[in-house]
């Protein structure tokens, strides 16, 4: 893709980048290209992945003859797991972030534990231990919400093949990432298109970022205060 034009302001403006929404919206796909495509335009930024560890626990539940992780350690056990993991994948990319100076480019972030919360149904006191445990980690510059149609996301799910989620979990999911209050600052890209469509949606929302005044205030997040690049 063309270098961003913009590329030293986004260096100066934005230093950690969030990509959220239902599985299936492509967040991994469009954090690694945007990564990759940033850092081709000069900047030093990195695809940093805040899993919760459900995949890996769906494989190993495979291995020992379950359907997937929740079978192997209950609902609320696997919530647990999930909110505890993605709290130290958090911790780490934070804490590369700062060592390094990078900027992240995060696969998922704190908000999309509080989605899954919501989404399977755990109590509101489960949502405000993990906000309490989360607070530490800051808001991201600017969080990109993929927004996709829960049929599209269950299709490409389908056709990745590695896992497999129930349309009512999707519908549940897309409903839970709109409930937040953190919705209100997502940045919303419609994801239901090519990932070049996608993938250019972020840029020209990413290119509007560095003009303040061109991006409605209540669709984004203030940056933190500049932060030369190296
Ligand atoms: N815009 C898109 N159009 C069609 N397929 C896509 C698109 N983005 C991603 N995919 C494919 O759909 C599947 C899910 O994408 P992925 O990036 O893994 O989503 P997520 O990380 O949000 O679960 C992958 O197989 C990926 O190659
Ligand atoms: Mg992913």
Redesign the pocket.
Known sequence: MALLPQSPRIGRRVRTIALV?I????????AHRLAAELAAAGLPAVYRRNAGGRHWFGRVAGLVGKEDAEQLLGRRGMLGVESVLRWLAIARTMLRRMIRRDIAVM?RYAVCQYASLRARGARPAAERRARLAYRLFPRPDVTFL?AVDPEVAHE??E??GYDHESMDYLWAATKAYESLPEYRDFVVID?N???DE?SAAIHAELAAFTEPAAVPAARRTEPEPLQACP
């Open positions: 929404g599985d299936g919206s492509g967040k991994t796909t469009q696969d993929l490409r799910i056709r990745r994801a298109g090519t990932p996608v």
